[in-house]
């Protein structure tokens, strides 16, 4: 006869958390697992972050999941792009909760497929002697005066070295990056298109908190009167669409009703 057991004698059931990735300090080793592991899968998808991953880098990775078989995501706070007085010790650092986070959207995408993480040190990327630098006119203050790198002249630059690098290290089929930042996916594509790099750059769409407030890392260092405040971007940007949506094209006259 079939014998249920009691609830003394009952199994415990442990909930688990899900399997991180494998993750890859060294440049070295992450060069031998994909030539020995990802280099069987016929694309490669790649998403390049600087961790403190949120609801929109989530994102982002669960497109690059979608479409690829393999995916590589990379967590590194790239010094080339801080100038001295700017945030680099100060940018939020969570890796293990990064990978957690990296785990539960691999599970919860697509569990068949390669998740591996590359979060080398500073000095795998900049080692000793480094000395080479790429800039790319569109980010210039002299192409274009609304740019960041008006504001911020190092900038673009070390976007565009840590890109390339990463590029060539990895060798994805796709690169995925966020609307958020356009400036920088401008300065991306036409670094791939420039230096003729054998891989497409996909942009995947914007994620908003519920006040319209583009999610960002940096969100962190705002205080509740500032999150409020910083919607104003939000409702500018919507005026400004509905303007050109409505025939507005000149760049001066979407301006002055942002």
């Known amino acids: 006869s079939l014998v249920v057991p009691t609830t003394a004698s009952a199994p415990r059931l442990t909930l688990m958390e899900p399997p991180t990735p494998p993750v890859f300090h060294t440049l070295r080793e992450f060069r031998a697992h994909r030539s020995t592991n990802l280099a069987a899968y016929p694309t490669l998808g790649c998403v390049l972050t600087m961790g403190s991953l949120h609801k929109g880098h989530l994102s982002i990775i669960a497109t690059a999941l979608e479409a690829h078989p393999a995916v590589v995501v990379s967590v590194f706070v790239n010094p080339a792009q801080f100038a001295p007085g700017e945030d680099f010790d100060a940018y939020p650092r969570s890796l293990q909760n990064d990978l957690s986070l990296i785990a539960e959207t691999h599970r919860a995408v697509r569990p068949d497929a390669a998740v591996v993480v590359l979060a080398p040190k500073d000095a795998e990327l900049y080692p000793e002697g480094f000395g080479t630098y790429l800039d790319v006119s569109c980010g210039a203050a002299?192409?274009?005066?609304?740019?960041?790198?008006?504001?911020?002249?190092?900038?673009?630059?070390?976007?565009?070295?840590?890109?390339?690098?990463?590029?060539?290290?990895?060798?994805?089929?796709?690169?995925?990056?966020?609307?958020?930042?356009?400036?920088?996916?401008?300065?991306?594509?036409?670094?791939?298109?420039?230096?003729?790099?054998?891989?497409?750059?996909?942009?995947?769409?914007?994620?908003?908190?519920?006040?319209?407030?583009?999610?960002?890392?940096?969100?962190?260092?705002?205080?509740?009167?500032?999150?409020?405040?910083?919607?104003?971007?939000?409702?500018?940007?919507?005026?400004?669409?509905?303007?050109?949506?409505?025939?507005?094209?000149?760049?001066?006259?979407?301006?002055?009703?942002m």
Do not use: W
């Open 142 to 257: 002299g192409v274009n005066p609304f740019s960041e790198g008006a504001s911020r002249p190092t900038f673009f630059r070390g976007v565009a070295t840590v890109c390339c690098k990463f590029f060539n290290i990895i060798r994805p089929s796709v690169a995925y990056f966020g609307q958020k930042d356009a400036q920088q996916c401008a300065v991306i594509k036409q670094l791939v298109r420039d230096l003729e790099m054998p891989l497409e750059i996909s942009i995947v769409p914007t994620v908003r908190e519920e006040s319209g407030l583009a999610m960002s890392s940096r969100n962190a260092y705002l205080s509740e009167t500032e999150r409020s405040q910083a919607t104003v971007i939000y409702r500018m940007l919507c005026t400004g669409r509905e303007a050109f949506q409505n025939g507005e094209r000149s760049g001066d006259k979407i301006r002055e009703l």
